[in-house]
């Protein structure tokens, strides 16, 4: 008890924080999660006890079934693969030392600076659907150096697959960050290793597949995780891309309008909830893994 | 042990024949990238800054046929009450959250209570919720205590959902400052506060900087908090912007030149402070 007066200072310095956090995070969260269970519909909050059956309700229901879980599970495959395949390389080609290589990485990663609503803005005349006279945006452009057949309605496609169009934004704006990640990666990866099996006779193939892809693989689950994070609880993006368009409607946005413009209020917090678990899933592994692994240094 | 055909033995490492091909393609790929990913700003730019007569969305792609800033000036009357707003709301979260971020930061680095390596993964957790899992209760909570509406309730919202990430930017940071360092101060009878102001916070600008810039940048991008928690008065530039711009039937050169107008500052930022905004993007991803 006498070293309470060693940490109790410190402890009374983050209480604020901690409490704030608290309340903000876990008691909101947990809030939530009792909303799901409740038959709260309009401005008045009820919390009465109805179990499972929001739950049960939206298995059932068919925007949420027939629509945004197909949509987000294309978009979050589309866009996590894309801006890894992406970033991954514009990595591996920057690494050895290029010419340019400052204004190369401040290229590709301006775009994180953007918000998505910008984003959004400026994509959704890019990825415009009118064709013949009208031909505009990235049709356009296809049109114009010849590919005219790869011409796409892009988001507006009849396709279930539409919403993948909205990885280009999605991937321009966050493929950048991917390549950072890979590239700080590869530059740590000692010289004396990548050397050592030089020594030893490997081509420069063999090095990067035995040597470096190894050391590479906490970057990737690093990538993975962030992407697919992001990937789940984007809203805005997809709100200011075509907000009443079926096509790219997704949980998300599902639980924002069943929410706050239809009075939904139990539907939303179960849209949520099932969110939250998603994400639950890929990040308390990486946070706990990530906090062991800097505690065992 | 490989069968390939080395060529010669420089620097240690296997030079093929075939490198000089792979650095031309090497230079043409990135290229390609740089062309794709300036694309849309170059849509955005030319567009921007023709005539309005002169759009036409058909001919996006063409040189403007002379300058103009009448676009600008169309939209700025609209977008400059969204400006000052997220003006007000940046610079204040980011600067309340960095300052709060660096004292718990410097705890859980140096000043250690039992408890803290439990308590700082509950905190990460904080910065990787999806926000639709707390905005019914933060709705209910902010407009039951009256902060729903104005500036000051955002502010707060940012404050604390900036914290998980402003707490790891610092205690990283902090975790560098040698522990005989902290001792010393210790043995000379300074306490916990007198060592973070005098030992602590001396060195810490450059964490200020990354976590300043990362809470800036969130801010003022935000779109979810700011469309839930202001009204009219008080809306943020995002909403301003989605509101002007976000919809087909506004003019392409006004949606081109607002989304220009809302994204100058953080692309100031990260054009003169881009050393910064990279350790911040670095941070955000568990890498210290």
């Known amino acids: 008890m006498r070293r309470i007066r060693s940490w109790g200072p410190g402890l009374l310095l983050v209480a604020p924080s901690l409490l704030a956090l608290a309340l903000f995070v876990y008691v909101f969260l947990g809030w939530n999660v009792r909303v799901s269970f409740t038959s709260w519909r309009g401005l008045l909050p009820k919390y009465d006890n109805i179990g499972l059956d929001n739950y049960v309700a939206l298995a059932h229901d068919q925007r949420f079934m027939q629509f945004d879980v197909p949509h987000i599970a294309i978009f979050t495959l589309v866009f996590v693969v894309g801006a890894l395949a992406v970033g991954f390389l514009m990595a591996l080609l920057l690494d050895r030392g290029v010419v340019g290589e400052n204004v190369f990485r401040a290229v590709f990663l301006f775009p994180m600076a953007i918000s998505f609503i910008a984003t959004a803005i400026i994509w959704r005349w890019l990825l415009d659907n009118g064709g013949g006279e009208s031909t505009t945006g990235l049709n356009k452009l296809l049109v114009d150096v010849g590919l005219g057949s790869w011409r796409s309605d892009w988001f507006r496609s009849s396709s279930r697959w539409a919403i993948a169009a909205i990885a280009l934004p999605a991937g321009w704006a966050l493929s950048g960050y991917v390549m950072s990640l890979f590239l700080a990666g590869l530059r740590g990866v000692p010289e004396e290793l990548r050397e050592a099996a030089r020594v030893d006779g490997a081509s420069e193939p063999r090095v990067f597949w035995f040597v470096v892809r190894p050391m590479l693989l906490p970057v990737l689950m690093s990538a993975i995780v962030i992407l697919a994070h992001i990937s789940l609880k984007t809203f805005d993006l997809f709100y200011a891309m075509d907000q009443k368009n079926l096509k790219i409607d997704t949980p998300a946005l599902y639980m924002w309008f069943t929410t706050f413009d239809g009075g939904f209020y139990a539907r939303g917090a179960t849209i949520a909830t099932l969110l939250l678990l998603g994400v639950a899933v890929v990040i308390v592994p990486y946070v706990w893994y990530s906090v062991r692994s800097e505690q065992r240094r | ?288």
């Not at chain 2, 600008?72 to 300052?99: M, Q, T």
């Open chain 2, 1 to 288: 042990m490989s069968a390939s055909a080395p060529a010669e033995r420089t620097d240690g490492r296997i030079r093929s024949r075939m490198a000089p091909y792979f650095t031309v393609v090497r230079y043409l790929v990135l290229f390609g990238f740089a062309c794709f990913f300036l694309m849309p700003v170059y849509a955005l730019l030319v567009t921007a800054l023709k005539n309005p007569a002169e759009v036409s969305v058909v001919r996006m792609w063409e040189w403007p046929a002379s300058l103009s800033l009448e676009n600008f000036r169309i939209v700025w009357p609209k977008l400059r009450e969204g400006f000052v707003n997220s003006s007000l709301l940046a610079v204040p979260s980011s600067i309340i959250s960095s300052a709060l971020g660096a004292a718990n930061g410097f705890v859980l680095a140096k000043w250690r209570f039992p408890g803290a390596d439990f308590a700082f993964p509950l905190i990460l957790f904080g910065m990787f919720i999806p926000y639709q899992a707390i905005i019914i209760p933060m709705f209910q909570t902010m407009s039951y205590i009256g902060l729903k509406g104005g500036l000051s309730g955002l502010i707060m919202v940012h404050v604390i959902y900036g914290l998980p990430i402003t707490t790891l930017i610092f205690r990283s940071y902090f975790s560098g400052i040698s522990e005989e360092l902290i001792e010393a101060a210790k043995v000379d009878g300074a306490g916990m506060l007198s060592t973070f102001f005098h030992v602590a916070l001396p060195i810490a600008p450059p964490a200020f900087a990354v976590s300043m810039i990362w809470q800036f940048t969130s801010a003022w991008n935000d779109f979810l908090f700011g469309v839930l928690l202001t009204d009219r008065n008080h809306w943020p530039i995002t909403v301003a912007l989605n509101n002007i711009a976000g919809s087909q039937s506004v003019p392409f050169n006004e949606a081109m030149a607002s989304a220009l107008l809302a994204s100058v500052p953080t692309l100031l930022v990260y054009f003169l402070l881009g050393r910064f905004f990279m350790r911040g993007l670095m941070a955000g991803a568990l890498k210290g």
